[in-house]
């Protein structure tokens, strides 16, 4: 007996002068190679036994049937969701972090001294976003970067690894630009930083998976996304989540359209 948690055999009868044997073979389903496995050990255990020989053996070869197109596209579906929950989780803290500045100069108004140096006031903003920007391509690069070299295939088959380049590289100037203007809206930099945190990520995961249902089940399909997507595009956080999810299910729509 194997390892009864895989395989484990159960001997109907033994003819040691004729050769004959019978066993039934018990086997976890959940490892679909455990049948070939578990056939061939008794296989070579009844071939030494009936050659006498324990050098005699029966030698396999095993591979799986790949993936159909649809299992793929599945696969696929499921690799863009995790991804998204994860950009969402991660990218969320970058506008929080940028807002927490913002509001707090503007309580202390500790530019003014800048300015009644002779320092212009566009020239100080527009070097504030210059620069929010330039950190925001440190994770950024690395997030495509990782992409690659972790070969999430469902963001590098094809044209798709370009197209997360340009999303990863556009989403920066335009969360940036979109925090400085949410910033008006807060007073305390405590809340607007929390505050910010929760409404990227809602808006990059918990958006976005609304508008996939909306897109999957067949009565919503034909007029929600047009009105639904139409002000949600005007959130860099979920236009950037969705541009990830849509790179990992290039076809899968086509595929909800059929059902």
């Known amino acids: 007996r194997v390892d009864n948690r895989y395989i484990s055999y159960f001997m109907n009868s033994t003819d040691a002068t004729n050769k004959r044997y019978a066993y039934t073979m018990f086997y976890n389903t959940t490892a679909s190679q455990s049948v ?3 056939t061939n050990l008794m296989h070579n255990a009844i071939l030494q036994e009936a050659l006498g020989n324990s050098d005699s053996y029966i030698k396999v070869r095993y591979e799986g049937l790949k993936l159909t197109n649809q299992l793929k596209n599945f696969e696929n579906t ?17 506008p929080a ?5 913002i509001v707090r100069e503007r309580e202390h108004n500790s530019k003014h001294q800048q300015i009644v140096s002779g320092v212009s006031i566009y020239a100080y903003w527009f070097s504030n976003l210059f620069i929010d920007v330039i950190k925001y391509l440190i994770p950024g690069v690395f997030t495509a970067l990782s992409i690659l070299i972790f070969n999430v295939t469902a963001f590098t088959d094809e044209q798709n690894y370009g197209m997360t380049w340009a ?3 556009m989403y920066g100037p335009s969360i940036m630009a979109f925090t400085y203007l949410t910033s008006f809206l807060f007073k305390s930099p405590e809340s607007a930083q929390i505050a910010t945190f929760i409404f990227n990520f809602l808006a990059g ?7 996939f249902v909306l897109r999957a089940v067949r009565s919503t399909r034909d007029y929600s ?35």
Not at 97 to 101: A, N, T
């Open 225 to 259: 996304p047009s009105s639904w997507e139409l002000v949600m595009r005007l959130l860099p956080t979920y236009d950037f989540s969705w541009g990830m999810f849509q790179l990992a299910n290039t076809q899968i729509w086509a595929l909800f359209y059929n059902l």
């Open 205 to 211: 995961f918990i958006l976005m998976l609304i508008s």
């Open 97 to 101: 972090g940028v807002i927490l500045f």
């Open 78 to 94: 499921a690799d863009g969701f995790i991804a998204v929950f994860l950009f969402a989780l991660a990218y969320a803290f970058i």
């Open 36 to 38: 070939i496995i578990g």
């Open 167 to 169: 999303l990863v590289l």
